[in-house]
């Protein structure tokens, strides 16, 4: 696992968009897996620029997103459908009907999940996977208790997590669904680049334990320890509990650059 510490957002976006570039223009048809939450919002920004510019184009490509909730109506803007296509899809240049998500209003939910992965199957896999990380250190929406192993399934939110995200939903815990759709820790596993995004203190908890703890399904995102190629792009902040950290400052710092992450 490849863990670099910048000290903003931007250079966190500037970093990984540099690789997706950089994947585009060897495999113009490549797969992404895209994550909602606030830490990709830089990547996003940083690749909506670059396409505005003409410096990469996501016309051949096609996404996948990581979860989604159930029960909200197709309409409600925190529907993570709704929220990639605000924050990224509509800023880009994908062709139509090239991102798509799991279906959050299926009525047959194991069949939902079961098209969905075979969707994945069929596109050849996901190239590279862009993660954000929960205060419990669940990725996708794979809460404490996940199987490793797990696929596209039905998940009930944690509080925390409904805690966490009461702010997309004016504050309203209530308002907050109860249950998601998410791609599963083996999902995630599968695509061939992991690239996963924290900023800020209160995800140096989870940071910790992703990078220096042991493996262990309460804390989900360290199945990524047994993946061949995962980056992990985080702040200061999210890094002030790492043992290694001047470690990895040192090592990224001597990379030459034309070695990308
Ligand atoms: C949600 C999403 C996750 C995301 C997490 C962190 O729970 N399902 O994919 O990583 O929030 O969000 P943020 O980046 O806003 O802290």
Request: aromatic fraction near 6%.
């Amino acid at each position: 696992m490849e863990v670099v510490i910048l000290n903003d957002p931007a250079a966190i976006g500037r970093v990984a968009a540099d690789t997706i570039e950089s994947l585009l223009t060897r495999k113009p048809d490549a797969v992404l897996g895209l994550a909602t939450g606030s830490s990709p919002l830089a990547i996003y920004d940083e690749l909506a620029a670059r396409c505005a510019k003409g410096q990469v184009s996501f016309r051949g490509a096609r996404g996948f997103t990581l979860d989604e909730y159930v029960g909200l109506p197709p309409e409600h803007p925190e529907c993570y459908r709704n929220v990639i296509d605000s924050v990224f899809v509509s800023r880009v240049d994908f062709a139509p009907g090239a991102v798509v998500g799991p279906d959050g209003q299926a009525t047959d939910i194991p069949a939902a999940c079961a098209a969905y992965e075979e969707a994945i199957h069929s596109a050849g896999g996901i190239d590279l996977q862009i993660l954000g990380i929960g205060t419990d250190g669940h990725i996708g929406f794979n809460e404490p208790g996940s199987s490793l192993a797990s696929r596209t399934r039905i998940k009930t939110l944690t509080r925390q997590t409904r805690m966490d995200n009461a702010r997309f939903f004016d504050d309203n815990l209530n308002a907050v669904p109860t249950h998601c759709l998410t791609q599963g820790l083996g999902t995630i596993m599968a695509a061939r680049h992991l690239v996963l995004v924290a900023t800020g203190h209160n995800k140096a908890e989870a940071i910790h334990h992703l990078v220096e703890g042991p493996v262990s399904a309460m804390w989900p995102a360290t199945i990524m320890q047994h993946h061949p190629h995962a980056t992990v792009l985080i702040d200061d902040a999210a890094a002030r509990r790492l043992q290694l950290a001047d470690y990895y400052r040192e090592t990224y710092s001597s990379k030459p650059d034309w070695q990308g992450i």
